[in-house]
């Protein structure tokens, strides 16, 4: 495992590259609010973020990635077109020992916010990303989840499921145990029924809500119940949206045999993304899409995403990115910029040889 020093160097290195192609270099604090930031990450980084209580301060947690202050900071202060770079250490719970991820390490990172060409952005972050890593003979992936939130809102349901479903979309797991209840090809839960049914109706109150919560909340899941499921050639066509993977360039046409609709602006933002990464020498046919990919990491990310790994599975990606739009609009307080970014790791990139 590289030493600090070894991380630290080429981590400056990074840096130094970034600020050439334009960024400026900001430098986040290390304690950040925890109560507003915990919100923000995905289930995965909140259950590992080293939280901590401040007298004055209140709760702080120790920074565990870059982007989110970075987005604070521009939305509060920050000028269109903007592009910044950092690098730094970032603090993460670990829950298994014996692997190349560890607590604490760097992270150099470039971001950019400019409303005039988003796919344009896409491609400079990426292209960025490959020409800095190209001697470490890494795989490429990309996807976009925006094209899974356009599927879930096409939809024909009930506002409430579809909104379920996007909340889970980063959860496979339970996303796909939702999608099963709504299309009725599991049973509803027996105390669900009895509720429904009324049986429960002279039962004592138990709990901290109050009534006016649980009648909403009743009245919510008996609309659910009287609602139609989903559609099995829906599902399947979801299905087969979640599993496609192919070469980026067969991506546009594979997504437009699926036969959904919804997924119209999203697949012609894909292709403008696509001619953006050609027109940067990014070869299509050796690029690997997954339109699932992205789906376990920063629950921030709503459409293009990409990551550069090894050939070991057990290694953790030496480097990940995408578009965050809705985090800028959370933290600007309903203004929106779109924006995207990425981060590499330093120390793994020792590991690998460093850069040439």
Request: aromatic residues 8%.
């Amino acid at each position: 495992m590289a030493s600090k020093a070894e991380a630290r160097s080429i981590g400056q290195r990074l840096l130094a590259a970034f600020e050439a192609a334009g960024a400026v270099e900001v430098t986040p604090d290390i304690l950040q609010p925890a109560e507003a930031l915990l919100d923000l990450y995905g289930e995965d980084i909140r259950a590992r973020a080293y939280v901590t209580a401040d007298p004055l301060r209140g709760e702080m947690m120790a920074r565990p990635d870059f982007t989110v202050p970075v987005v604070q900071a521009h939305m509060a202060e920050g000028a269109e077109p903007a592009r910044y770079a950092y690098m730094g250490e970032v603090f993460r719970k670990q829950d298994h020992r014996g692997s190349a991820r560890v607590a604490e390490y760097f992270q150099a990172g470039y971001e950019i916010f400019d409303r005039e060409d988003p796919e344009a952005a896409d491609a400079e972050v990426f292209a960025l990303f490959a020409k800095l890593l190209k001697p470490l003979d890494l795989s490429a992936t990309i996807g976009d989840i925006g094209l899974l939130r356009a599927a879930v809102e096409g939809l024909d349901t009930l506002p409430a499921r579809k909104a379920a479903l996007a909340r889970h979309i980063w959860r496979p797991k339970r996303f796909h145990r939702l999608m099963e209840r709504y299309a009725g090809l599991v049973p509803v839960p027996e105390s669900r029924a009895e509720l429904l049914s009324g049986a429960t109706s002279d039962a004592p109150w138990i709990g901290l809500r109050a009534p006016e919560e649980m009648a909403a909340r009743i009245a919510v899941l008996q609309a659910d119940a009287e609602t139609a499921p989903i559609a099995a050639e829906d599902v399947a066509r979801l299905d087969a949206l979640f599993a496609l993977r192919c070469t980026a360039d067969r991506a546009p046409a594979q997504l437009n045999d699926l036969g959904i609709a919804a997924l119209a602006p999203a697949i012609a933002r894909l292709e403008r993304r696509l001619a953006a990464l050609d027109a940067r020498g990014i070869d299509l046919t050796a690029l690997a899409f997954e339109a699932s990919h992205g789906r376990t990491t920063m629950e921030y990310y709503d459409g293009f995403v990409f990551s550069f790994e090894t050939a070991d599975p057990g290694f953790p990606p030496i480097a990940s990115g995408g578009r965050y739009d809705a985090l800028t609009r959370v933290l600007g307080g309903g203004r929106e910029i779109p924006a995207v970014g990425g981060v590499i790791r330093p120390g793994l990139v020792a590991d690998l040889g460093g850069l040439a």
